[in-house]
């Protein structure tokens, strides 16, 4: 947990430790590296399949808007995992909260809200999606309190729990499965109604650029309020710094350590509302697909930092686009970008020791 | 069901609990150290690939099986310099692993075998137990798997004997109950975490290989599909005895066969429910719920003489 940068605060030290800085930008460019090598290695050119993946980031205002779409929800879910990492909590559960957040919008967009007015038809099952992301996190959490499970392994088998749940809606029409018109029928929901979806920014129809990009900014702004200026940020770092000094001190650390790890399945349970309403539309099983790992991979290179979260969002939501566009253009397997991301996870957890080392107590 | 059918039961269920018993064995040795592999998964997807990979371009499942057995070795023994010298987060260092070893198989099996392949993998014959294999029912159920099952099992077996009766099983516990001690005591504590993180690699890259080569005979991207994860919450359902721990990998890999037996006798059941069991089972284990048992009590806490 870094008790270095938190970028947000007006009188930061002079130019604060240059290690929790140097080495993940270090680690970065080693892991592209890597990634750069590979692909030379499978006879690719290599300018070909940079300029695909350049095409795929930025070529269009498509693939702007879809890169941009992507960090949105690794921000909320990075967002999350810095929250909860401050109280020294590791919430390794996103994807089960994209998960089951996802499964709640698409329920209430089809069952109920797309008969309200408009912003409340939006607005109803992305509250939705929050609220079972929250439950899913404070089940982590109250089973940390009340019987002393690790988290990480209590997130983990949630996160199982939600992705079998998105299949099982899928697959039956009891569920969320659209009507079994043939045998053909393909085991995934009916497309969410047009009153539900998120509305985009541009008027650019090429542009798929939705509202999500301004909720993931309004959380970011809300999560760098209560870390860095709250009473509920300061009694946060004191759980995780010392939990038994600071239960000496009154704070109730049950009930922050079950709130943090709330509002982070929230954050998680949001961002697959927005999935689903940005640009999914339809719940298939499967559909989390990786970004609640990749959220968590996020949040942990932030080093707490939240302006660190928004950069690493962008930087793997264009890397992600980039490398769906290399795929096709190029031929180079689009798995080099998730070897990154591992390599990049291993290189900084790895070297943690040596951030560390002269950092303030 | 018919007695042909409960042997096809039977011997699916142990089919399909065999890479968990493997994995789970090797995990709990480590768990009882103190070190927790969350990469079990990530070291049993790369053997997997590594396994298929030897297999298929020598034609000889044998060497297969030390391509996959060596890979995992690989990064259990990356694992181990992370968690045991440089001290990191093991949780978070093994879900790095899964990460890389998911893009790294995919990235390889693309460019070797190709997006679409069907490559049929050349994997170990069935072998038929002597005078056992013709046992009605238990024969077929139990007596005419690949060797690597019975290797396994014995595998396990010698494990539990070295924990139970020998110094290095007495050295393992001490070391994950209290290091500090056991360091006072002369016991090289580092040494043996490393042992003991090996021994998962090694086991988790014979789970890996019995998919692959033992088994399915084919690769298939994110092929483990989370028995690697499961393998982790059998160690903890088991409470970090062996005999649970197989019990529960048993319990886990029969709720999977049941998915695919309960259609066939058309019995309409949400295949998801099953599928979902173990982890729910997991969970209240862990949640102490179902037979609480404290973990070692060092557990992913790395050690530091004078810390």
Redesign the interface.
Known sequence: MSAGATVTKGAAPAWAPPRTVVIPVLATLAALGVGVLLITATGTSVPDAIAGFWDGMVGSSFAIGASINRAVALALVGLGFILANRANLTNVGGEGQIAVGGIAATALALHGAAGLPRPLAVGVPLAAGAAAGALWGAVAGGLKVRRRTNEVISTLLLTFVGLLMVYWSVQSENLLRQPMTSAATLPESLELPAATKLPTVLRDPGSPLHIGAFIALAAALAVGLVLARSALGVRLRAVGLNELASRRAGIRDGRLVVLALTVAGALGGLAGAIMLQGELWILTSGFTSGYGFDGLVVGLLSRGSVVAVIAGALFFGFLRSGGLAMEITAGVPAAVVVLIQGLLVVTIAGTAILTDQGRPP | MTGEQVAVFLASSLRLSMPMILAASGEMVSERAGVLN?SLEGMMLTATFAGALGSWATGRPGIGLLCGVAAALVVAL?QAV?SVT????Q???G??????????T??LY??IFG?LSREVIPGFAKWEVPLVADVPILGPALFRHVGLVYVGFALVLALWAGLRYTAFGLAVDAVGEDPRAADRAGIPVALVRYVAVLIAGLMAGLAGVFISVGDINTFT?GMTN?QG?LA??AV?FGGWVGGRTVAACLLFGTATALQFQLPAMGIAI????L??LP??L??LA????VGHHDPPAAL?LPYRRGA
């Open positions: 969350m990356v992370l440089l001290r990191a987060n949780l978070v260092v879900i790095g692993f899964n990460i890389l070893a998911l893009g790294a995919t990235f693309r460019e997006p991207e989370g994860y982790l919450a903890i949400p295949t998801a429910g599928m979902m982890y729910v997991a969970l862990v949640a102490g719920l992913t």
